[in-house]
């Protein structure tokens, strides 16, 4: 069984928190002779800059690139909303995206059974539901030139992000979803606003040209990101794969994780390109959720979405999508049960500490291994 590389960065808030029960659970798997995980542990976000001054430090950007995978919990926090722009927390996060190449991330919404009267939509309207947000990580809003904030000296100042997609950014992210479709309900619902942004209308352009030309077997249909936000608490099942930009990417997936119960359910993965010799590829697993300034240190954070990116990791990095269908299995069974953290306390038969539920997935799956 050959080692497999894991570089974990913890960050901020409930960070450390949620990352603590992944790594009960890939001991244990290292334990049981299951698979063979070495880890080993950086800083990023605000733990960064308070020991380095900067989001992430070259050497740990070193240690990202040579890992198998990489493992981050979340970035942020009241504490530095003072640092420089190119400092603060998020920027280690975004360097990271950016650096590895990670330009496709997978955010699945899935409706657990027994979380389906946690959510704030009816019951019916989520029940069953299972849903793949493919957003464009590494270009967009997020990393167009200019982006700055200019004094035009009479008391004004202008702020300039700026929107930029190129055909083959768009092609890739569109094969991603095409591929995934094919594997699921064979349905791409592509996203963007054609009707006010040169971007969309040339995403919309490439999407619906790399349809026909390759993936003519896969449902394809357009909706405006605005419209979509709405049929999204009005009638999710209806979507399969949704593609769609950084900046709506992000916005779209926060409100698909309240159609699972909470934003502490959502896990992650970002991928670079399959390296065609080696199959293998850059990836970070990462929930959607954020530090939760507002809940960390109380030991309350739900660290469902943390394992549930370690499932992904299994799944997307190392072909070993039996065992990740465990650990969601052990998730699943131990929800079934009315075991529940604070953030989806709906229909609880005991509400437990973020320990208390990493103990409880991982007693779930010791059960399901003897
Ligand atoms: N990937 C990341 O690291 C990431 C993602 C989003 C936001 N952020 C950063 O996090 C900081 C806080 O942002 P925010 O408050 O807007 O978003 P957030 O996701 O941290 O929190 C939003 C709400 O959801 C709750 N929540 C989030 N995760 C939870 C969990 N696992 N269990 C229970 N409840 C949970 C929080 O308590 C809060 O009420 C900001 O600095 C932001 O930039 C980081
Ligand atoms: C923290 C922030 C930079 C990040 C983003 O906007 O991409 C987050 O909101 C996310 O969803 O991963
Ligand atoms: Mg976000």
């Not at 992944?22 to 990023?44: D, T």
């Not at 009479?154 to 768009?170: C, L, M, P, S, W």
């Not at 030991?299 to 465990?326: H, K, Q, T, V, W």
Request: glycine share 10%; with cysteine; net charge negative.
């Amino acid at each position: 069984m050959s080692i497999i590389k894991l570089f974990v960065l913890p960050g901020d808030g409930i960070g450390p928190e949620v990352m603590a029960e992944v790594e009960k659970i890939v001991a244990w798997l290292n334990s049981e002779g299951v698979a063979r995980f070495e880890i080993e542990k950086g800083l990023v976000g605000g733990a960064a800059f308070d020991a380095h001054g900067a989001a992430i430090s070259e050497a740990d950007m070193a240690r990202a690139k040579a890992a198998d995978a990489v493992l981050l919990a979340a970035v942020g926090g009241p504490k530095w909303d003072g640092v420089p722009y190119d400092v603060r927390p998020e920027a280690g996060l975004l360097r990271l995206r950016k650096d590895l190449a990670l330009f496709a991330n997978l955010r699945p919404a899935i409706c657990y059974p027994a979380l389906a009267d946690a959510s704030s939509l009816k019951r019916e309207i989520v029940e069953g539901l299972d849903l793949m947000i493919v957003r464009e990580l590494t270009g967009g809003v997020y990393f167009g030139e200019p982006k700055q904030i200019i004094d035009l000296g009479n008391g004004q100042k202008r702020a300039i992000d700026t929107q930029v997609y190129d055909t083959y950014e768009i092609e890739r992210i569109g094969r991603v979803a095409f591929d995934l479709a094919r594997k699921r309900r064979n349905k791409v619902t592509s996203s963007e606003k054609r009707n006010v942004m040169k971007s969309g209308l040339l995403w919309h352009e490439v999407i619906s040209a790399l349809h026909v030309r390759e993936y003519p077997d896969v449902e394809l249909e357009h909706q405006l990101a605005d419209a979509l936000g709405m049929q999204l608490v009005r009638r999710p099942k209806q979507f399969d794969v949704i593609v769609t930009d950084n900046l709506f990417g992000d916005m779209l997936s926060d409100v698909a994780s309240m159609l699972t119960g909470s934003l502490g359910m959502l896990p992650s993965a970002s991928l670079g390109e399959k390296d065609p010799a080696s199959e293998s590829r850059k990836a970070l697993y990462e929930p959607v959720h954020g530090s939760a300034p507002d809940i960390a240190g109380k030991g309350m954070a739900n660290p469902i979405a943390m394992i549930g990116s370690l499932a992904m990791a299994l799944r997307y990095s190392f072909e070993m999508g039996e065992l990740a269908d465990r650990i969601e299995r052990a998730i699943s069974l131990v929800l079934e049960k009315g075991l529940r953290t604070a953030d989806i306390a709906g229909g609880a038969k005991q509400i437990l500490s973020t320990a208390q539920m990493g103990d409880a997935v991982l007693a779930e799956l010791k059960a399901a291994h003897s």
